[in-house]
């Protein structure tokens, strides 16, 4: 049985070019910038900088945790979804 893969597109606010793609294989997440942001973007962590390859992390890179709805926003979120 092969890892479940789940990844998202990230945006910017304000900005229609696609920031790159967060992906996450079960135990790490991975974390590319878009060519076109790396020509035209800027660096959206201080820990992660503005090239091409692929950032690792054990758990959600703090950039995206705290964008992330906290407990009130998730059940919301559930409800809606139910």
């Given amino acids: 049985m092969s890892a479940i893969k789940d990844s998202i597109d990230v945006f910017m606010y304000g ?13 790490t997440f991975t974390f590319s910038y878009a060519p076109g942001w790396i020509d ?33 926003g998730r059940k919301l979120i559930e409800r809606k979804l139910a």
């Fill in 15 to 27: 900005y229609a070019d696609l920031v790159g793609t967060l992906f996450f294989t079960g135990k």
């Fill in 40 to 72: 035209r973007g800027y660096p959206i962590s201080p820990f992660m900088p503005l090239e091409e390859g692929a950032f690792y992390s054990q758990g959600l890179h703090p950039i995206f945790s705290d964008v992330a709805p906290d407990r009130w």
